[in-house]
């Protein structure tokens, strides 16, 4: 009996996803904090020319090994800056996926302010995050309630992982959102089959 009067504890109105985007707020607050501090990581280095090249050119020749989604949000701020592409360079007109060297020579070697690339470049990633905790809180407020639905959300939003990770431009914030969102439409689709579910399970 006690466990299902505190279960039933709920929250007026939108004041859950008040909350939750209180905490993806200071998620990307604590990540763009974060990132201040963090140069360029190793897959950054390969990532990061992958996506503008990716935006700018529409041409997926580095990096196609890895999904391209996250690469293209974070080539997407770098269209607003004014940065030099080592387009002349054999590491990208002739060499096979030679994305260490593109990368180097983008953000070492054309005269480029590096940091400033990095962080630009890093946006994507943190929208990724945030829209994580978001859809995380639509799917635990169905299952738990508005009120206990925070709870996931708060452990997932302030995981010293998840920050440390979440802002990086890698494949971890993209794959965390992808699977999150395909296995809920998956589940879905199993309880409520339609072509819609479907579709968005296989996206």
């Given amino acids: 009996m006690l466990y299902n009067g505190i279960m ?5 109105g939108r004041t859950g996803w008040f909350l939750a985007g209180m905490i993806a707020a200071v998620a990307v607050i604590l990540m763009l904090s974060a990132s201040a501090n963090e140069s ?3 897959d950054e280095l390969a990532h990061i020319p992958a996506g503008y090249g990716y935006v700018r050119y529409l041409d997926f020749r580095l990096n196609p090994e890895h999904p391209p989604l996250l690469k293209a949000l974070a080539g997407i701020p770098l269209l607003f800056l004014d940065v030099n592409f080592p387009d002349k360079n054999a590491s990208w007109t002739s060499e096979i996926n030679s994305q260490w060297a593109t990368g ?3 953000l070492y070697g054309a005269g480029n ?3 400033r690339i990095v962080q630009a470049s890093r946006l994507g990633a943190i929208l990724l995050t945030v829209l994580t905790v978001l859809f995380l809180y639509f799917w635990s407020s169905r299952l738990l309630g508005k009120l206990w639905g ?3 959300v708060l452990l997932f ?3 010293p992982s998840v920050l440390a990770h979440g802002h990086f431009v890698t494949t971890d914030a993209a794959a965390v959102f992808g699977i999150l969102v395909a296995t809920y439409f998956f589940l879905r689709s199993l309880g409520e089959p ?3 579910n479907i579709l968005w399970a296989g996206l």
């Fill in 40 to 42: 360029a990581i190793v």
């Fill in 8 to 12: 039933k504890i709920s929250l007026p």
């Fill in 194 to 196: 339609s072509r819609w």
């Fill in 104 to 106: 180097g020579a983008f």
């Fill in 150 to 152: 925070l709870v996931p």
């Fill in 157 to 159: 939003g302030l995981s």
């Fill in 113 to 115: 302010d590096a940091d």
